[in-house]
């Protein structure tokens, strides 16, 4: 089957930092896929370069068979990106904010009331999507957002940090949605997170990130066995004992 | 379509609750100014003739003269006075001036001695309305009448022979501008033009401040709220979010500009037109030389615009025009400038810090067209001086005006120039990785330096 994403030796190199070093990996249909590793470890600066956001020093990535170099515009039409924070203007109701993200992925009214349909039907705010979004709380703001990330179901939706910030019972439901998505409805997603504990629950695959370099990638149960661990923390302290890395 | 729902965002946080609050207390605050003004100056024209006087010398001579002074209407109030405890004199009998005749007066007037008249004023601040107490010099301009009549009747001379020595040549006023000359002097056109173009750069100020402003917030907004990689990341073109948030902050920018002018001239005319109406009305109580004067002054007044068309000062419909090209190349350079400044706000602090540059820009030039001539400055100031964008906006009315035609035009290019550059710039800025990952951090580390120190430590 055909890959939605394909990571082919991405780098960037800053002024002083190498913050990403020849990443490579890929997600098929359906497929949920985390980067992981500690802050800093270069999760956000690959992810912006799938993006389009920023441009890579080397490497290429494709996205449903549009490079991100040649290509930048096509990929955004087939990506959504919820980055690490984000929040939505204060001053828009909920219903208003999806209007206008609708607004910018396409101009057919019909398909924008599809679009604002679907992500009330996901977020579940109800009610509440007619107040501004100042007056929202953190995990509100979150639903808000990932609804919105995943209402023109994208080829692939790119979630940095997904759930940080969030209590439990939010990061718990977030999950859930995404879990869905893909089982359900065949989305791809490309998540990153500090938090190893709580990925191992959401994603079919990871990849092991740190100081810019991806050690690893695999299923999360072959990597525990292959490293003889309980979880994906101690995965990932192994795998960077191995390396030598810190 | 993408492009109008860009713009409608973009207006729809501009144009809020909070502008429109700033909209109504600067029109409150117009209304105000121009009311306090009227009061002040109406205030000070109707006192005028509400005379009091102390007659320390009190004989036939000065009963005689201050009961001419009641005949013609005045309303003259009499208090004893004794020694020269000026300040309470004022203080006792609650008033703002008194005039005093001294002891000696009608002796020093038999004896053709020159006599004395003593004016007080109380002074309570060094605002220019405040001290518009015109009271005592009015009293003693009847006073001084009354008394050269009497000598003149003494001596026999007639009024004729008065004024012909007041006035022993006619001085006639002409201005010249450039090649062109007419019978105005030059002191009463520099009024008008003060009062024509009192409002042009104040607004023009007004505008690159506002314009700035509202563009750098909008463009620091989406980058402290994290909702500009959102908005990246979308199939809509960069140059078509920084084209939105342009042209928004230009539409707005163009409301204020009309609103700010409408509210400024009319409150300016009702102010002006109201001090006009009280003198007019107050000019009945008034006597004839006063009244006359008035009328001459207001004459002169009037042919000054005649005056002014002649010397070619006035401006046609084609120079405003240009003088609006021009505040239209300096909205663009505030809009281009801004989005640099945007770019490199990471918090809500330093959003106000990244002001400072344009602030000054906008400043340097606005404290100079109110004060001093940039022409006439030596070369290296004025060059230094026109190097800023904005000066050209302050001098072009007056440089069109005297026919610097082409400083103006010089002026048009470079700012025409100074856009192109900084809008090459700012799109090179906004297209490329910096819009994310550039910041002025006054002396912080970067959070990406932070980031890797920490991970390092760890």
Not at chain 1, 173 to 188: C, F, G, N, Q, V
Not at chain 2, 81 to 87: L, S
Not at chain 2, 179 to 206: C, E, K, N, Y
Not at chain 2, 432 to 455: A, E, H
Request: net charge negative.
């Amino acid at each position: 089957m055909e890959k939605v994403l394909e990571v082919k030796g991405l780098s960037k190199q800053y002024a002083k930092v190498l913050a990403a070093d020849k990443v490579s990996f890929d997600i098929s249909p359906g497929e949920i896929f985390a980067l992981i590793g500690p802050n800093g470890a270069g999760k956000t600066t690959t992810i912006r370069m799938i993006s389009t956001l920023l441009t890579p020093t080397d490497g290429d990535a494709i996205v449903a068979g549009y490079s991100i170099k040649k290509d930048p515009a096509k990929v955004r039409e087939s990506i959504t990106y919820l980055p690490d924070e984000a929040g939505a203007y204060k001053t828009m109701t909920g219903i208003g904010y999806l209007k206008f993200m609708a607004g910018l992925f396409t101009s057919d009214p019909k398909q924008m009331n599809e679009y604002i349909e679907r992500a009330k039907s996901i977020n579940g705010l109800g009610e509440r999507l007619n107040d501004k979004i100042g007056s929202y709380s953190r995990g509100m703001i979150r639903k808000l957002l990932l609804s919105r990330a995943v209402m023109n179901r994208p080829k692939l939706a790119i979630l940095d940090e997904p759930t940080s910030g969030l209590d439990v019972l939010n990061a718990i439901e977030i999950r859930k949605t995404i879990k869905r998505l893909a089982a359900e409805e065949k989305m791809s997603f490309l998540l990153s997170s500090h938090n190893m504990l709580e990925i191992e629950f959401v994603s079919d695959r990871v990849g092991i990130i740190a100081k810019g370099h991806l050690l690893v990638t695999g299923a999360t149960a072959e990597l525990k066995e292959r490293y003889n661990a309980e979880n994906l923390e101690e995965v990932f302290e192994r795998v960077v004992k191995d390396n030598e890395i810190l | 379509m993408k492009f109008f729902n860009l713009l409608q965002k973009e207006l729809k946080e501009l144009i809020n609750a909070q502008m429109i609050m700033g909209f109504v207390l600067v029109m409150v605050l117009f209304f105000v100014l121009s009311s306090v003004m009227t009061d002040t100056i109406s205030e000070a024209v109707k006192q005028e003739y509400n005379i009091t006087i102390s007659d320390q010398d009190d004989t036939e001579f000065t009963r005689n003269m201050l009961s001419e002074l009641e005949k013609d209407g005045n309303h003259i109030r009499r208090i004893d006075t004794e020694g020269d405890d000026y300040a309470a004199f004022l203080k006792d009998n609650d008033l703002k001036g008194l005039v005093i005749i001294p002891k000696g007066f009608t002796e020093s007037i038999e004896s053709s001695d020159k006599p004395e008249i003593i004016s007080i004023i109380s002074m309570k601040s060094a605002s220019m309305m405040s001290n518009l107490n015109t009271e005592n010099s009015g009293t003693i301009e009847v006073l001084r009448k009354y008394i050269s009549d009497s000598y003149s009747e003494n001596l026999g001379i007639s009024d004729d022979d008065i004024e012909f020595m007041e006035k022993p040549v006619t001085i006639t006023e002409k201005t010249v501008v450039n090649d062109r000359w007419a019978d105005v002097s030059a002191s009463s056109v520099t009024g008008r033009i003060m009062l024509q173009s009192a409002i042009l750069p104040i607004i023009i100020f007004i505008l690159i401040i506002m314009t700035s402003q509202m563009l750098v917030n909008a463009i620091a907004t989406e980058k402290i709220d994290k909702t500009l990689e959102t908005l990246l990341s979308a199939p809509v073109s960069r140059t078509a979010i920084i084209g939105a948030k342009m042209l928004a902050a230009a539409i707005v920018a163009m409301l204020q500009a009309v609103v700010y002018t409408v509210g400024f001239s009319t409150l300016m005319a009702k102010s002006m037109f109201s001090v006009s109406g009280d003198m007019m009305s107050n000019m009945e109580t008034m006597s004839d030389e006063v009244t006359n004067a008035m009328s001459e002054a207001t004459g002169s007044l009037m042919s000054v615009s005649e005056g002014m068309t002649r010397l070619g000062l006035s401006l046609s419909i084609a120079d405003y025009l240009l003088v609006g090209v021009q505040l239209f190349l300096t909205i663009l350079i505030c809009l281009s400038v801004s989005i640099m400044l945007g770019a490199l706000v990471n918090d809500s602090k330093s959003s106000q810090t990244i002001m400072l540059p344009l602030m000054m820009a906008a400043m340097i030039p606005y404290f100079i067209s109110l004060f001093a001539d940039v022409n006439s400055m030596p070369m290296a100031l004025r060059v230094l001086i026109y190097a800023i964008p904005f000066t050209h906006t302050f001098t072009a009315m007056p440089n069109l005006m005297f026919g610097h035609n082409g400083v103006f035009w010089f002026g048009i290019i470079y700012q025409l120039l100074f856009f192109l550059v900084c809008m090459f710039f700012a799109l090179k800025l906004f297209n490329s990785d910096k819009i994310l990952t550039v910041s002025l951090n006054f002396g912080q580390k970067s959070k990406l330096r932070k980031n890797q120190k920490q991970y390092t430590d760890e």
